[in-house]
């Protein structure tokens, strides 16, 4: 199921400059997540991360998988029910960054749900530019339901 940036913006409170999904190119409730971040040399980030070899910031990286997650277990949750939660990063583990990222690429990302228990979500995220890998990371987050 593909999740068009609207939609994306109707479950994530992210804005510019720091809504950093695109678009999701595949869905399945409950289990991944592929998204979609195009880099452009437009990006705030790059007049000061590095004016001379523009890369993309690791953190902004691991913001986007976040993100990406966060669409998940949102996605998962309407899936079942109609809630207007928010879902909180809470934790990151096991980081790694293997290739920057550059004005002109497609950042894909890609996340599994590991488990969920009691409001807890844990993720495996990976992203790649092409056929080459850029970074992974496991991530938690926590599901907290609207106040009305």
Do not use: W
């Not at 289990?31 to 690791?58: L, Q, Y």
């Not at 990151?92 to 599994?112: H, N, S, T, Y």
């Not at 844990?122 to 106040?147: I, M, P, R, W, Y």
């Amino acid at each position: 199921m593909e999740i068009p940036i609207r939609q994306i913006m109707e479950m994530l409170p992210h804005r510019y400059p720091f809504l950093l999904v695109d678009r999701v190119i595949d869905c399945t409730p409950f289990e991944t997540i592929k998204a979609i971040k195009n880099v452009t040399f437009n990006e705030p980030f790059f007049t000061g991360h590095f004016p001379d070899k523009p890369i993309m910031p690791g953190v902004l990286i691991l913001e986007a998988m976040a993100q990406a997650t966060g669409l998940l277990a949102f996605y998962s949750n309407n899936a079942v029910s109609n809630a207007k939660n928010t879902y909180y990063l809470v934790g990151v583990d096991k980081a790694r960054f293997k290739r920057p990222v550059e004005p002109g690429d497609q950042l894909v990302i890609e996340a599994r749900l590991i488990k969920r228990k009691r409001g807890i979500y844990q993720f495996q995220a990976t992203t790649h530019v092409g056929d080459e890998f850029v970074s992974s990371a496991q991530f938690l987050t926590t599901e907290l339901e609207a106040k009305t």
